[in-house]
């Protein structure tokens, strides 16, 4: 397993940050990630708890489950497929209040569930990816929402 954390500070209020980065069309704002939809909407809010989304990336797909939503603190989600197969552990954005802005931890822990190569891919193509994934999007935030 591999865990994945990226954070960043943010000039933005919690509430614009959660809202950026809770709404999956948003990943799209990296070049790695091709496609989101919304297959099925959340309890209170689009991306809320329960949702549905589906994310094709340059390296495959994934279907995740937003499996907690704590506006504007955190969301968990949980990859229910994927292709290639991989097991998701644990992946959640937080959010916390900081002067100047909004400091956010995004942390997930995977796996490619591959024989003999799972543990290359994991660390050599699915780290690399989830973590410029990550930052891309942190990026795209962060240039929204300070220049709003």
């Known amino acids: 397993m591999q865990t994945v954390t990226v954070e960043r500070t943010i000039a933005a209020p919690p509430e614009a ?3 950026f980065l809770s709404n999956a069309a948003n990943f799209t704002r990296s070049p790695l990630v091709l496609r989101q939809r919304l ?7 689009p991306y809320g708890q329960g949702a549905l989304r589906i994310l094709f990336w340059v390296i495959g797909w994934f279907r995740e489950r937003i499996t907690a939503y704590d506006a504007p603190r955190s969301f968990d989600y949980s990859v229910e497929r994927s292709f290639p197969p991989s097991e998701h ?5 937080s959010f916390a209040a900081v002067d100047g802005g909004t400091h956010v931890t995004w942390t997930t822990t995977f796996r490619v569930k591959f024989p003999l190569i799972g543990g290359v891919l994991t660390r050599w193509v699915g780290r690399p990816v989830l973590s410029r994934v990550f930052n891309d999007v942190l990026d795209a935030a962060a240039t929204d929402l300070v220049n709003r």
């Open 17 to 19: 940050v959660f809202d």
């Open 39 to 45: 297959a099925e909407p959340g309890q209170g809010a």
């Open 89 to 93: 552990r644990f992946g959640r954005v």
